[in-house]
């Protein structure tokens, strides 16, 4: 009989968009073949905590069918950068795992910070690099290096919170500049699910300014 994959996913994070990595980590796993891959569920708290197998289930919303098979178990002997193990003698612990599948979303997780800890500890995973993933992460960063790699590149405008708050007038005359409304605002470096306006006339721009400053 062929070996299961050990498949852990790595999901929640500090990161503003916590619950959107919930529920693409539920998805995940419901969509993984039990007969191919042997699931290991990996959970990060807001707080920055890692939790590994029945605890980090309880941190997905009731998405996940109760009785998904899952084995929240590595080895336990060997020393590791990320220590991971379950702490249950029924469970099979003999087994480090075979690759990370992150499913993070946001800072901590898509800005190339776990690619690099995973590449430190010698675990393969899912996914792009530690470069290309913080400069996707960075928007301006990934526009600019867009723009100088000949790609067509719709005109943007970076705004640092700090000139908004020092003379919002005077940002927003800049803003109109260089863009025409509608326009859409979001955070720099965040991803792609929240603190994001569109913005159909001058008077809405403070707003959406405001939300994706928090």
Do not use: C
């Not at 003999?94 to 800890?117: A, M």
């Not at 640092?160 to 919002?168: A, G, M």
Request: glycine share 10%; charged share 25%; net charge positive.
């Amino acid at each position: 009989m062929e070996k299961k994959i050990r498949v852990g996913i790595l999901f929640g994070g500090r990161s503003g968009e916590h619950d959107v990595s919930l529920t693409s980590a539920a998805s995940v796993m419901k969509a993984l073949d039990p007969a191919r891959y042997e699931v290991v569920p990996i959970g990060i708290t807001r707080e920055g905590h890692w939790r590994i197998g029945s605890a980090a289930l309880r941190l997905l919303p009731e998405v996940l069918e109760k009785g998904e098979p899952v084995t929240p178990s590595v080895d336990p002997s060997a020393p590791k950068l990320i220590p991971l193990r379950s702490h249950s003698p029924a469970l099979d612990s003999r087994r480090d795992l075979d690759v990370i599948f992150p499913v993070l979303h946001g800072t901590f997780g898509e800005d190339g910070t776990v690619q690099g800890l995973l590449e430190l500890a010698g675990v393969p995973y899912v996914g792009a690099g530690v470069l290309g993933s913080a400069v996707g992460m960075d928007k301006d960063v990934m526009k600019r290096l867009f723009r100088d790699a000949g790609l067509p590149i719709v005109p943007w405008e970076v705004l640092l919170r700090s000139d908004w708050e020092s003379d919002p007038q005077a940002a927003q005359k800049r803003i109109e500049r260089r863009l025409r409304y509608p326009l859409f605002v979001k955070p720099a470096n965040l991803g792609s699910s929240v603190g994001i306006s569109k913005v159909s006339r001058a008077a809405g721009l403070q707003g959406a300014i405001g939300l994706a400053a928090q």
